[in-house]
Structure formats: C-alpha cells, structure tokens
C-alpha cells in the first residue's frame, strides 16, 4: 500500500471545547479548524505538529461510531489515518489481500478528504483509516 506520510492521529474526547484548551494553553498548539461532519455524527478539531495532524473528535449523537467508541472504551487514541495516493486501487489491493474493510468505497471525511477506514480485527486492533486529498 506504501503511506505517503501520516496524515492525522484521530483523539475521541467528550468535551471538545475542554479538549481544545488543553491542546491550545497546556501544548502550545493553535486549533486552525472545527468542523461538523454530519453523517459520521462527529465534531472535530485540527492541529498541526510539524508535519502531522491530530484530530479530535466529539460525539454528536450518542449512537454514532465517536459516542460508542467514548461508551465502550471512554477518551483516547481512537485512530491512525495514513495519506495515500488513489485510494480506490489501495482499497481493492487490501481486499485482495484479506484485511477486512470497514468501507469498500470511500467516503468524505473531514477537511474534504476521501477516507476509507480498515477493521482493527486485520490491523493488528489499531483502527486504520485511509485518505487522500484529491483536492490538491
């Protein structure tokens, strides 16, 4: 599959105004970008540290995947994303290899980006998503 770099570490939190003062007064990072994305019930925040993101996220709904995940396991690491370039042949590559796929297509994610995620069970239990920028 060959990750062109590490686009994003995704954070679930369950407050992220209290989460973006820690990231802003306690690190020293600047949030650039909060974004709803509707249909993953999700709200984010964005911070860059050097040349990666962190990602966090709040639950919107209680039953969207962040609410469960905050209900099962609570605040935390919830993913790794990697950038990758045509991320449709990644996607057939890894089925034909036999990870198990979360999604067999790609959706949008937040900032615009086509991500697809990949089962922990075939990961080695790191929830793996993929993504490209076809924006660039």
């Known amino acids: 599959m060959k990750p062109t770099h590490i686009e994003h570490i995704g954070i ?79 996607l057939a590559g890894l089925q034909e290899k036999g990870i198990k796929l979360i999604d067999t297509t790609p959706r949008k994610g937040a900032e615009g980006l086509d991500i697809a995620f990949l089962h922990p069970k075939s990961t080695f239990g790191v929830l793996t998503e993929i993504c490209e920028n076809k924006k660039k």
């Open 12 to 90: 679930a939190v369950t407050n992220l105004d209290e989460a973006i003062k820690y990231y802003e007064g306690i690190l020293g990072l600047k949030c650039y970008a909060v974004e709803e994305v509707k249909d993953q019930k999700v709200k984010t925040a964005f911070f860059m540290v050097g040349q990666t993101k962190i990602e966090l996220l709040e639950s919107t709904d209680p039953e969207g995947p962040i609410g469960k995940f905050l209900e099962k396991r609570g605040e935390g690491i919830h993913h790794i994303a990697f950038a990758v370039n045509d991320i449709e042949s990644k």
